[in-house]
């Protein structure tokens, strides 16, 4: 039921997860992008980078397998970028596919929900004002 997952310093291809996630049975397919945006909470942001703990390829497959056990799903798959990314980057994917609609967007919602509150990836921003900060996804 996990098809994909992975942290990766390489850019994000939604092709890839896309594929992934596909099956003769899937009647639906949902899929999250999170990219990176120019400002935050009204400030704007020049640089970011994410790092991760190198526990956090476990701590997704944990998150997955848990979503695959409360959720009719047919298939899994997420990947996180790390490293220095630019406005406009893609930053992570996550993708369900299932017999219907509803169940589907259900778990795909959980995933990216999951992912950002329990696997170890922090953010660290820089601010056209000079100022930063980390933020912490778990």
């Known amino acids: 039921?996990?098809?994909?997952?992975?942290?990766?310093?390489?850019p994000l291809s939604l092709d890839?997860?896309?594929?992934?996630?596909?099956?003769?049975?899937?009647?639906a397919v949902a899929v999250f992008?999170?990219?990176v945006r120019d400002h935050d909470h009204a400030r704007a942001v020049t640089a970011l980078s994410y790092s991760a703990h190198p526990?956090?390829?476990?701590?997704?497959?944990?998150?997955?397998?848990?979503?695959a056990a409360d959720h009719p799903v047919i298939?899994?798959?997420?990947?996180?970028?790390?490293?220095d990314l630019r406005v406009g980057d893609i930053a992570v994917i996550a993708a369900a596919s299932g017999a219907h609609r509803?169940?589907?967007?259900?778990?795909?919602?959980?995933?990216i929900d999951d992912l950002k509150a329990e696997v170890p990836i922090w953010k660290h921003q820089?601010?056209?004002?000079?100022?930063?900060e980390w933020?912490?996804?778990c």
């Open 1 to 10: 039921m996990i098809r994909l997952l992975g942290v990766r310093e390489t």
């Open 16 to 27: 890839e997860v896309y594929d992934a996630v596909q099956a003769p049975g899937a009647g």
């Open 33 to 35: 992008t999170g990219t």
């Open 55 to 67: 526990t956090a390829e476990q701590r997704l497959r944990a998150v997955m397998e848990k979503i």
């Open 75 to 83: 298939a899994l798959a997420a990947v996180h970028r790390v490293g």
């Open 102 to 111: 509803p169940e589907t967007f259900d778990a795909c919602r959980r995933l």
């Open 126 to 132: 820089t601010f056209a004002d000079g100022g930063d």
């Open 135 to 137: 933020v912490g996804a």
